[in-house]
């Protein structure tokens, strides 16, 4: 079976030995285990830590969450009910059956509709589709965010907030040079910064918020290789807390900040906008090299 539901998440399996798990719970895929062009085996490639909470009480610590409708803390009037990220990522999804079974990979499709719960907090026609995609060295994620009223236009950030598994005292993030940032671990910076290094790396605690970036990224590492692309996600966050902000974390495992970097393409510098009775898509493919 390709596709195995285990109640509470789903494991996607593909013939050439990639796997990968995707919890109900925020949709969030938190395993993904695939071989690269260099090395066969299936290795895992996101980082989940081990102090995560998978019981659907708390965020996912780790993995792909998906942010909407707002990223960050609300800045929009339509949001002002909402906590930091969003809804999406600690909501039960549904799983809405099996969109590709073949040789190129394996898809499932999860949504998330108004709930009285959400409907209280967020009272927007809304519904949300995501389809989770594995192929042998690929994994891609696609968001679908419907507006389901037949009158008003509505407002939304989306972005994938991505744990990729990775040495963060070794990586580079490219390219990112010459595009304008905000540098969220200083509150007291007012403005824009510009990127002038030709490779990012994360040795400190990095907070930003790349704009109108190329949707096209890689992260690369003594050894190893991933990129990413994006579509219609404009902008790009580079996360990483080190000890700094990663110790003040429950859920964040001891020293968890070295072995990861959060490149986590989105549309959230402004505010994407849906009208009536329209599905707006952002997607992404996040591949082994
Ligand atoms: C990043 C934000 O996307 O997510 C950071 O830019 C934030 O500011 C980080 O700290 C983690 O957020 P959370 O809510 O999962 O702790």
Not at 1 to 17: A, E
Not at 18 to 37: F, H, I, P, Q, R
Not at 151 to 169: G, K, M, T, V
Not at 237 to 265: H, L, S, T, Y
């Amino acid at each position: 079976m390709p596709v195995q539901d285990l109640n509470d998440k789903l494991i996607l399996k593909h013939p050439k030995g990639a796997s990968a798990e995707v919890l109900l719970y925020g949709a969030t895929v938190t395993s993904w285990k695939t071989g690269g062009n260099s090395n066969p085996e299936p290795l895992e490639r996101l980082f989940l830590s081990s102090k995560a909470v998978l019981d659907g009480s708390k965020a996912v610590r780790g993995g792909i969450p998906v942010v909407f409708p707002c990223f960050g803390a609300p800045t929009h009037p339509d949001h002002k009910n909402l906590s930091q990220h969003g809804f999406a990522r600690s909501e039960l999804w549904k799983w809405d059956g099996v969109v590709m079974d073949n040789e190129a990979g394996v898809s499932v499709r999860l949504v998330l509709e108004p709930s009285q719960k959400i409907s209280a907090i967020y009272p927007k026609p809304f519904r949300l589709s995501y389809v989770v995609t594995l192929a042998e060295h690929q994994l891609s994620t696609d968001l679908h965010v419907t507006n389901t009223s037949f009158s008003e236009q509505f407002e939304f950030q989306a972005l994938f907030h991505n744990y990729i598994r990775a040495p963060s005292d070794s990586l580079f993030v490219t390219p990112l040079q010459g595009l304008q940032y905000k540098d969220k671990t200083d509150d007291s910076l007012q403005g824009l910064k510009t990127e002038g290094r030709s490779g990012v790396d994360v040795k400190k605690f990095t907070d930003s918020v790349y704009t109108n970036a190329s949707q096209s990224y890689t992260v690369t590492w003594p050894g190893g290789e991933i990129s990413i692309r994006s579509q219609n996600l404009k902008d790009v966050v580079i996360w990483n807390p080190q000890a700094e902000a990663g110790g003040k974390m429950g859920d964040m495992e001891e020293g968890g900040w070295e072995r990861f970097v959060c490149v986590e393409p989105g549309y959230v510098d402004g505010f994407e906008n849906v009208a009536a009775g329209s599905t707006w898509s952002g997607g992404q493919v996040l591949t082994i090299n």
